[in-house]
Nanobody, 120 residues
Framework: QVQLAESGGGLVQAGGSLRLSCAASRHTFSSYTMGWFRQAQGKEREFVAGMHWGTRYADFVKGRFTISRDNVNTVYLQMNSLKPEDTAVYYC?????????????????WGQGTQVTVSS
C-alpha cells in the first residue's frame, strides 16, 4: 500500500509559479510511475504529467510545467506561467506499471488533492 500526500497548492496570479509536492509513504516508490492529474470544477479529471524513466506531458502544459522526483520519496510539479484555466484540484497518483499512462484507471494509488487557483 502506498499513501500519497500533496502539498503546495494555493492562490497565485496569472503568470506566476507554484511548486506542488507529493510525498509517498514508502521509499521504494522509485519503481512506480508517478503522475499528476487535475480536475477543474464541473469537469472530468485529466492527465497533466507523468514520469518513470522518462516523462510525459499533456499538450496544454508543455513548456510550462515540469515533473521531477527526488531519490527518496517525493515527486514535484513545477508550474510556471500559470493561467486562470489551470485552476483545479491537482492530484498525485502512483502506478505499479512502468508505462506512463494518461488514463486514470492505470494508476493504483491517489492522493487527496491540493487546490490551485490562478487569478486573472
Amino acid at each position: 500500500q502506498v499513501q500519497l500526500a500533496e502539498s503546495g497548492g494555493g492562490l497565485v496570479q496569472a503568470g506566476g509559479s507554484l511548486r506542488l509536492s507529493c510525498a509517498a509513504s514508502r521509499h521504494t516508490f522509485s519503481s512506480y510511475t508517478m503522475g499528476w492529474f487535475r480536475q477543474a470544477q464541473g469537469k472530468e479529471r485529466e492527465f497533466v504529467a507523468g514520469m518513470h524513466w522518462g516523462t510525459r506531458y499533456a499538450d496544454f502544459v508543455k513548456g510550462r510545467f515540469t515533473i521531477s522526483r527526488d531519490n527518496v520519496n517525493t515527486v514535484y510539479l513545477q508550474m510556471n506561467s500559470l493561467k486562470p484555466e489551470d485552476t483545479a484540484v491537482y492530484y498525485c497518483a502512483a502506478a505499479r506499471s512502468a508505462t506512463i499512462s494518461a488514463t486514470m484507471s492505470a494508476y493504483d494509488y491517489w492522493g487527496q488533492g491540493t487546490q490551485v487557483t490562478v487569478s486573472s
